[in-house]
Nanobody, 112 residues
Framework: VQLQASGGGLVQPGGSLRLSCLASGNFFSVNDMGWYRQAPGKQRELVAS???????NYADSVKGRFTISRDNAKKTVYLQMNSLKPEDTAVYYC???????WGQGTLVTVSS
């Protein structure tokens, strides 16, 4: 399974971005997917996850601001990020659960 993340960029505090992660292969619809992030000098952390059945889970720091979703027909998982804060600045990675593959990461910078 290969994952290709996109959608990062520079945004002002309070702004929004939507990240996308396109998966290859035939297992997407039965695969649990997650978004992680790693800020400079910090460990990689789970931001949000969605199971194959559509159940979602969020880190406390993003609850109410971020929404994870999936489109099985497009083999894509999304992360809608609203009310962005400077502390959300990080490289964001998607990951699939069956084989443990990671996407290449996309940089999100929240700054005025």
């Amino acid at each position: 399974v290969q994952l290709q993340a996109s959608g990062g960029g520079l945004v002002q505090p309070g702004g929004s971005l939507r990240l996308s992660c396109l998966a290859s292969g035939n297992f997407f619809s039965v695969n649990d997917m997650g978004w992680y992030r790693q800020a400079p000098g910090k460990q990689r952390e789970l931001v949000a996850s969605v199971t194959s059945g559509g159940s979602t889970n969020y880190a406390d720091s993003v609850k109410g601001r971020f929404t994870i979703s999936r489109d099985n027909a497009k083999k894509t998982v999304y992360l809608q990020m609203n009310s962005l804060k400077p502390e959300d600045t990080a490289v964001y990675y998607c990951r699939e659960a069956i084989f443990g593959s990671w996407g290449q990461g996309t940089l999100v910078t929240v700054s005025s």
